[in-house]
């Protein structure tokens, strides 16, 4: 095609193509924040329950005691924070330590 092998067009487009996503991000490698974010809550009330969603009305599937410390996401809705797959915790009932560098 147009004297140019394919291979060298498959060359030509991956190039572009990382070339287009570096250009977006800013010039940083992708997801570099993220990798160096830290992002650790303890918590502050009694006893803290973890709910299977963002709510209060959604189901509690395990319970923290007070002072205890656990790695979160930096995801945050409706006051609650993420810590994994289907466990939230009340924002109001944690805090952020001091070596956290998520909001």
Known sequence: MFGVPVRGLIVIAVLGVAGVMYAVNGGNPMD???ADEIC?????AD???VRSGP???QPIV???PRDAV???LPRVE???RML???RWVSQEFTALTSDSTCK
């Open 32 to 34: 570099s924040a993220k």
């Open 55 to 57: 709510g209060d009305m």
């Open 47 to 49: 006893i803290l329950n």
């Open 40 to 44: 650790k809550i303890t918590v502050t």
């Open 84 to 86: 994994g797959e289907r």
């Open 62 to 64: 395990a319970t923290m």
């Open 70 to 72: 656990t790695e979160a």
């Open 78 to 80: 409706n006051g609650y």
